[in-house]
Structures are given as C-alpha cells and as structure tokens.
C-alpha cells in the first residue's frame, strides 16, 4: 500500500509564510490528482487544495488567493505553499492522492502547522 509522506510544519505567525512537501516513495504521483487536506482540533478534516495530473487546480474558498498548490513530477513531490497564515489554519496536514480515480487514498502522518496570533 502506497503512503505519502507530508512534510515543512512548524510554527510560525500570522501573516508569516511556509512551505509543505508530499512525497511518495514508491510510486509515481504524476499521472494521478494529489490533494491537500487539514484537520483542526475538535473538527472535521477538510478539502483544502488539489491539483490534477495536468496542472489544474482547486482550492478552497478559505485558503484562495494565500495558498498555492503545484507539482514537480521530477521529484515525485507536491507543495503546498501557504502564505499570509491565518490562526485559523492551524492544524494537522494531510496528502492523499487519487490513484483509484474515485477515492483519495495513501494517507500519511501529517505536519502540524501552527499558526500564533
């Protein structure tokens, strides 16, 4: 079973910047859509972006216009670059990718960001 690997937590203030990796080890992620996803304490994990094997992006209207999604196929790896952080966006960070093209699956661990006001 293919899980990916989240990385580039931490803590950091409101209106600073960071930048999340998702890695899998041992399968291509190129032809499949990778998405990103958070969970708040106390609350249901949420779509926050995703990006299709062709580039095309989605994202969530909380995070639109601060978070930016994108790919390098050459190293397997999807960012997510999370700028003007909000308290709100504390919380734990999940990729899931869609290699059955009906279902995220190979969840990892996660990366907990901490946003301080």
């Known amino acids: 079973q293919v899980q990916l690997v989240e990385s580039g937590g931490g803590l950091v203030q409101a209106g600073g910047s960071l930048r999340l990796s998702c890695v899998a080890s041992r399968r291509t992620l190129s032809p499949y859509a990778v998405g990103w996803f958070r969970q708040a304490p106390g609350k249901e994990r949420e779509f926050v972006a995703r990006?299709?094997?062709?580039?095309?992006?989605v994202y969530a209207d909380s995070v639109k216009g601060r978070f930016t999604i994108s790919r390098d196929n050459a190293k397997n790896t999807v960012y997510l670059q999370m700028n003007s952080l909000k308290s709100e966006d504390t919380a734990v960070y999940y990729c899931?990718?869609?290699?059955?093209?009906?279902?995220?699956?190979?969840w990892g661990q996660g990366t907990q960001v901490t946003v301080s006001s």
């Open positions: 899931a990718a869609d290699f059955s093209g009906s279902s995220w699956s190979g």
């Open positions: 990006i299709g094997w062709t580039g095309n992006t």
